[in-house]
């Protein structure tokens, strides 16, 4: 009798999966499989890695097989998007996914997430109706379409003209509330506007992202997650059954992070800078944020990450562009074939950095051990790679039409905060 891995395997990979790697072994799942998982063990979340570089992806692989969790591998329109500065993207991370499954004997079921694909007005819209397709093509199993820039009408609005070029099968984010830590803050009445007129369209989200205190990158102060605003605007949405995205998570200490997990409907968290900073051997505190020296400059461990050769090489490019603290980032792209070009032993240091990293976020801060076979029962149960809705329709149509859309925002009272570079 086949094992439940090869069962799951026949029947839980999306038709995108199947068409794409049909020889292969990498149990490759919508987001909405990782979202269930999560879900049943309760009181639990799992990374969402952003893999800006090969190494973040392969390590992350290997520390979920270790703690035996479903796993989400992402990355963001910022990072890998058509003006990306990583080298990994979106019409890539799928392929580098399966092929590192396959090679490392990966039996974790894996959703391949783009995240934040940002809209910030009709061309970003019009754009999205040739990418997003293009996307899912190439192996993209969940989508978080992010127009929170916008007003409150204009991201509901946006929203609803994308959503049929998302699967009904595939994971769906939306967001509220730009990640730009305290300014402009979600408020319950924003993220109740944007899931009535979401599920009054039969648009049923499995996660919403919020502007709960966190900023994307390197965390300047600890003011971090707002977890008592994150627990009154989940419970306000619990009659939606939308899960909460987790955003800016590099920074937070892990007491934090594991009241997030504990105390609100958390199943996703976001994992991006700590992770491209642990690659290249920066020293990172318990949480992973950088530790700067005094002259305000990144502390390269020696036995760790990069070369000294490569780090210095790296140091001397960020100068030359002008490039500080969180744009960093921006060494992904000139960089990942250098990095590739290591020493195998530097490489496997690399990995290894980021799997430790990850096993000890899934096993001692998230809760997320053991929830691959969850996943896998969730597959077997609903006999299909589509797991369908965790809610019907509750809202009437009637009343979320775009006049009256327009006509609920302006009830709202919305800080959304200053302007900035706000993407990842």
Not at 14 to 29: C, D, H, R, Y
Not at 87 to 102: G, H, P, S
Not at 165 to 182: D, F, N, R, S
Request: aromatic share 6%.
């Amino acid at each position: 009798m086949a094992s439940d891995f090869e069962r799951a395997l026949s029947i839980g990979r999306p038709p995108n999966v199947q068409k794409l790697f049909p020889n292969s072994k990498a149990l490759i799942v919508s987001g909405k499989v990782i979202d269930r998982a999560l879900m049943e063990k309760g009181k639990a979340m799992t990374i969402a890695a952003n893999g800006r570089n090969h190494f973040v992806i392969r390590g992350a692989l290997r520390a979920a097989q270790r703690a035996n969790a479903a796993i989400i591998l992402e990355i963001a329109k910022s990072e890998g998007g058509a003006n990306a500065y990583c080298a990994v993207n979106f019409w890539n991370l799928a392929r580098q996914v399966d092929a590192l499954c396959n090679e490392m004997g990966i039996t974790v079921p894996v959703a391949i997430h783009a995240d934040h694909y940002g809209i910030k007005g009709k061309k970003d819209i019009e754009k999205a109706k040739v990418e997003i397709p293009s996307m899912f093509d190439a192996g993209i199993t969940s989508i978080a379409i992010d127009a929170s820039h916008l007003p409150d009408d204009e991201n509901l609005l946006a929203s609803i003209e994308l959503n049929p070029l998302v699967p009904k099968w595939a994971g769906y984010e939306t967001e509220v509330g730009e990640i730009k830590g305290k300014e402009g803050l979600s408020t319950k009445e924003e993220a109740l506007f944007l899931i009535q007129g979401l599920n009054a369209h039969d648009i049923f989200p499995d996660w919403i992202a919020l502007n709960n205190g966190t900023t994307h990158g390197i965390e300047a102060s600890d003011a971090g997650i707002q977890v008592e605003l994150t627990k009154e605007i989940h419970e306000a949405l619990s009659p939606y059954k939308v899960s909460g995205a987790q955003h800016g998570t590099s920074g937070n200490n892990s007491e934090r992070l594991r009241r997030i997990a504990q105390e609100t409907r958390t199943t996703k968290a976001n994992v991006a800078t700590a992770l491209q900073m642990i690659t290249w051997g920066v020293k990172v505190n318990e949480y992973g944020n950088a530790i700067l020296d005094e002259n305000g400059e990144f502390v390269k461990e020696p036995d760790k990450g990069v070369t000294q050769e490569l780090w210095e090489e790296m140091v001397a490019y960020a100068k030359e562009k002008g490039l500080k603290g969180g744009n960093y980032k921006k060494l992904n792209l000139p960089f990942e074939n250098k990095l590739l070009g290591l020493p195998a032993e530097v490489r496997e240091r690399m990995t290894r950095g980021v799997e430790d990293f990850v096993y000890d976020l899934l096993t001692n801060v998230f809760n997320a051990s053991d929830t691959a076979p969850i996943a896998i029962e969730a597959i077997l149960k609903a006999g299909s790679y589509d797991l369908g809705p965790k809610v019907g329709r509750i809202e009437d149509p009637s009343e979320w039409t775009e006049e009256k859309i327009r006509e609920k925002a302006k009830l709202l009272s919305s800080d959304k905060g200053p302007e900035g570079d706000f993407d990842d």
